[in-house]
C-alpha cells in the first residue's frame, strides 16, 4: 500500500517536473540540482561559483532548507536573485515547490538557476524537479565509502564533486578506494576534486558548467 | 492528502514501537537508536564502544542501511550479535523491521541493542522504533550550524555525540557557535565532544551511556 502511495505521489511529482524543464527550456535556462548530506559544502560552493562566474554568466538560487534562511543570508552578497523554500520538517524538495517560485525568477535573464536541495543524501533523488541535471556533492570527511553505500544519487548524477580534499592528510579517506567505489556505481561521471574553503581545484567545474548553459 | 497517509503511517508506526519497547522492557534491554548524517561517524562510535564496553556490558547491534553490509563487516570483529536490515532505497528505518529482526536476538542475555539507523539527519527522526531514546550523532566536519538547520533530531536526541573534534583546528567549525546553536534547541542534552578515530573525550559518553542500562 505505501508503495502505492509513493508512485502517485511521484507521478505527480514527474508530470510536474516536465512543465518546469519546458518553461526552462522556453527560457533557455539550465538548472541544476545541487544534492548533498548535511554540511557537505553545497552552500560554499555556491559562494564560490557565484563569485567566479559573477559578471559572466546569470545566475539564481533556490534555496531549499528544512528552516531557516541561514544558506540564503550567506549568499545574499552576490547580488543574485535568491528564494528561500522552507520545508517545514519537510526532507526533500518536490517539483510543485519549485513551480510554485519560478514566477518569482525573471527567467529571461537568467542563465544558471541553481537549486540546493535540503541536506539528505537518499530522498531528494528521487524527486525529479525539473532540472536539467543532478549534481552530487560529498566532503572527503564523511568517508570514502558513500557511493557504495548511497548509490542512488551516484547513479543519477551528471557530476560528482568531492570536496574537502584539504581534510584529507587528517582523516583515513582513500582517494583511491572512493575512485573505485565511484567507477563501480558509474563509471563515466566527471569527478571535481576541490576544496571550497581553500578554493582548489574549482577552474575545471566553472569550465565544465559554463559548459553546459544553453 | 499526503499529510493524511502520513499520519496513517506513523500511526501504524506507533503502534509497533510500543509492542518493541515492551519486549525489549520485559527483557530490560536498552534499546539505543542512533541518528546521524552520512560519514558522522557512527560506525567508528560504535566499534569503540563495542571495544570498551566489552566483557562488562552485553551489547548487538541492528545495521540500518541502504544497501551493503560494510558496517556490518567493521564490527564483525567483536564478536557481538549483528543484524543488518537492508532498506533497499529507503531512507529510514521503522519499527515493523525492528520487530521483524528483534527475534535474531537472545535478549536475555543482552543489555544494549544499539540501532545505527540509516545516515539521514531528518527522517528517522520521525520514526519511534521502540527505542528508549535517541542520540543525535554529528561531525565537526558538517560544520557549526547543524542544531538551528536541522532542528527535529537535535530536539528529539537524549544525547547528543560531536564527533571528529581532531578536525576542528583544519575547519572553520567554532564550538562556541555550536553550543549556543544547540542550547537554543535543547538546553539541558548532554553533549558529548569527541574524537573517534583519535578515541579521546569518549570515557564520558560510555559512563553516561553504562548508567542507562536497566
Known amino acids: 500500500m505505501e508503495i502505492k502511495i509513493m ?3 511521484l507521478d505527480r511529482n514527474q508530470n510536474k517536473a516536465n512543465e518546469v524543464r519546458k518553461t526552462l527550456h522556453e527560457n533557455s535556462v539550465l538548472m541544476v540540482n545541487l544534492i548533498s548530506s548535511p554540511g557537505a559544502g553545497k552552500t560554499t560552493l555556491l559562494e564560490r561559483t557565484c ?3 559573477s559578471g559572466k554568466v546569470r545566475m539564481g538560487v533556490i534555496e531549499g532548507d528544512v528552516t ?3 544558506d540564503a543570508q550567506r ?3 552576490y547580488e543574485i536573485p535568491i528564494v528561500v523554500i522552507n520545508t517545514e520538517g519537510g526532507c526533500h524538495l518536490d517539483s510543485h515547490s519549485i513551480s510554485k517560485v519560478l514566477p518569482e525568477f525573471d527567467l529571461q535573464n537568467l542563465d544558471i538557476l541553481f537549486v540546493e536541495n535540503v541536506g539528505n543524501l537518499i530522498c531528494p533523488t528521487a524527486f525529479d524537479l525539473g532540472e536539467e541535471f543532478k549534481v ?3 566532503s572527503t570527511a564523511e568517508g570514502d565509502d558513500k557511493p557504495g553505500k548511497y548509490p542512488m544519487i551516484f547513479r543519477d548524477a551528471r557530476a560528482v564533486i568531492l570536496n574537502k580534499t584539504d581534510l584529507i592528510p587528517y582523516t583515513n579517506f582513500s582517494m583511491k578506494n572512493f575512485r573505485n567505489d565511484l567507477a563501480k556505481i558509474n563509471s563515466r561521471v566527471p569527478l571535481f576534486e576541490v576544496s571550497c574553503t581553500k578554493n582548489t581545484g574549482l577552474d575545471a567545474w566553472y569550465k565544465w558548467l559554463t559548459g553546459k548553459v544553453f
Chains 1, 2 share one sequence.
Open 68 to 70: 531557516t534562511d541561514r
Open 75 to 77: 549568499l545574499a552578497m
Open 136 to 138: 552530487a556533492v560529498v
Open 51 to 53: 563569485a567566479a562566474l
Open 7 to 9: 508512485k502517485n505521489i
